[in-house]
């Protein structure tokens, strides 16, 4: 027999919005990530709302919480049509690199001297980023601008 909390976790791991990194535009025209968090439930672990299969018809809510700890009551047809005007045709997303922000490095990185590895046609570089962090600014298709580490 299947607990109720283990089949309503189990129901969760398999949602399609929860884990989803989303643009929403907010109140002053620009864009924010938000993170959706979970899907919200009644007291009695039942949908806090109707799901549909056409998720532009879906009015399941769900909290969504944003770079700055601000977390909010989403619609799942709001989310689902952010998704979809982030998507080309073939479903994906394509994103130019604006600029490098800013930069860091640990122990780990490579240093120059030791950069490059020997071969019969003489010095190769080594290809790695191994223990560098970049700040880079991302242009979307459409052309707004969104910063990640």
């Not at 309503?8 to 535009?25: H, I, L, N, R, S």
């Not at 899907?39 to 998720?55: E, I, V």
């Not at 962090?133 to 910063?147: P, Q, T």
């Amino acid at each position: 027999m299947v607990d109720h909390d283990d089949a309503t976790k189990q129901e969760d791991t398999y949602d399609m919005y929860v884990g989803a990194e989303v643009f929403f535009p907010n109140a002053v025209g620009d864009e924010r990530m938000g993170k959706v968090v979970k899907r919200l439930r009644k007291n009695d672990s039942t949908s806090a709302d109707t799901g549909s299969y056409n998720p532009l018809h879906d009015t399941a809510l769900y909290e969504v919480q944003f770079p700055s700890g601000l977390t909010e009551k989403i619609q799942a047809n709001i989310i689902a049509e952010n998704m979809f005007a982030q998507v080309d045709s073939e479903g994906h997303h394509q994103q130019i690199l604006k600029e490098i922000s800013d930069h860091s490095w640990d122990h780990t990185a490579i240093p120059k001297w030791n950069g490059f590895i020997k071969s019969k046609s003489g010095l190769v570089p080594k290809k790695t980023t191994r223990g560098w962090e970049l700040l880079v600014a991302w242009k979307d298709v459409v052309g707004s601008v969104k910063e990640s580490c």
